[in-house]
C-alpha cells in the first residue's frame, strides 16, 4: 500500500460492513486505510475474513471474535483483556484522521474508537439501523450502551460523541450537531436478466415474533399465485428454523445459504427480474447497484404482527422511514 500522511481506521463486523466501506474507499482513495473487525461466530465468517484479508487496500490491525455468550464480570473481563490489546496498538497509531466505525450502540465498537485520537468520527450505515441511530442522535449525545455506567463512564471512560458525521446510501434528516453525507453504490454491469426468476429473501421475522407465521404463509401463496409461470426461489436467513421452512415449499427451490446475499448476487451468472422480501437492509443497498432487477417490500398491517411483540411500534416508524428512499426500481408489493 502507498504510504500517505492521510489514515484512516475502519471498525466493523459483518460483510454488510465491508460493502460500504469497499464503496467508500473507491470514493475517497487517497490515504492508508486499516481496520478492526470485531465479529461474531457467524455461518460464512471465515468467507468474509478470507475476503476481508484479500481487500489489498486495507490493512487489517487487529480481529476481535466476540463472545454474546458472556455475562457479568466475565463479560468486563473479556472488555478489558481487549481493551489492553488495542492499547498496544496505539503505541503505532495514536491519531487517525477518520475513524469509521458501524455499529453504534456496540460496547467494543465505542471502547475502540474511544483510545484513539481523530479529527472526524464517521459511522457507515447499516442499512435500516441509520433511522434508529438518528432519532436517537436527536435525543441525547450520550450513547445508551447497556450495562453498568460506573464501568461506562469511570472505568472505560466512554465519551459522549458531540459531532457525529452519517454516511448514508439515505437521505435522512440528523441532528444539528451531527452532519450526513448521502452515498450511492456503483451499478452492475451484469446484463443477463432472466424475467421468469424470483428471489424471495428470508428474515427469522416469525423467530423472532416480530410476523405470524400465518401471514407469512398468506403472503408467500400470493407471489405463488401472482407468478404462476415463474421460477421462484427462496433464500432463508441463517436463523430461520428448519420446521417454518417446510411450510414454504410451494416455492420451486429452497436454499439455506451460509454467504450473505449480497455476496451471492454479486456472483450470478443471471439476474433474476425481480426480488421480493420484507424491508430490509437488503433493500437499501440492493436497488441501487441493480438498477435493471424490480425490487419489492411486503406490507404489514397490524394483524399480521404477533400481540405483544416490540415490532408494533417499530415497524410502522419503519415504513414510514422507508417511504423517505427515493429509488425507481423499489416499490411496495401490492397484495391482491
Known sequence: MIQSKFNRLFIIANPTHFLNVKNYIDKYSEGNNYVILTITYFDGYEEFLTSVKNEDRLNILKIFFVDQN??????????WKKLFTVRNIRKQHQFFDEICFTNYK?????????????????????????FDIVALRKKDRIIPLAGNKFFIEKVFKIKPIN???FYSPVDIEVAPYDSLEVFKFKASKTAKINSKKIYVIGGPLVEAKYLKQKSNIINFRK?????????????AHRREKAKNLKNYNLFNEIIVDSIPFENRLENENELPGIIIT???????NLPQVYPQIKFYYFPLSKG?????????????NLKNNFEMIRCENLKEFELK
Open 223 to 235: 407471489i405463488r399465485e401472482e407468478f404462476q409461470d415463474s421460477k421462484i426461489v427462496y433464500f
Open 70 to 79: 458472556k455475562k457479568g464480570l466475565e463479560y468486563y473481563i473479556d472488555i
Open 106 to 130: 456496540s460496547w467494543l465498537q465505542n471502547l475502540l474508537f474511544n483510545q484513539f485520537r481523530t479529527d472526524k468520527l464517521i459511522i457507515i450505515s447499516d442499512g435500516t439501523a441509520i
Open 278 to 284: 420484507y424491508m430490509s437492509s437488503i433493500l437499501i
Open 304 to 316: 399480521d404482527i404477533p400481540e405483544g411483540s416490540p415490532f408494533h411500534s417499530r415497524y410502522f
Open 163 to 165: 459531532n457525529l458525521h
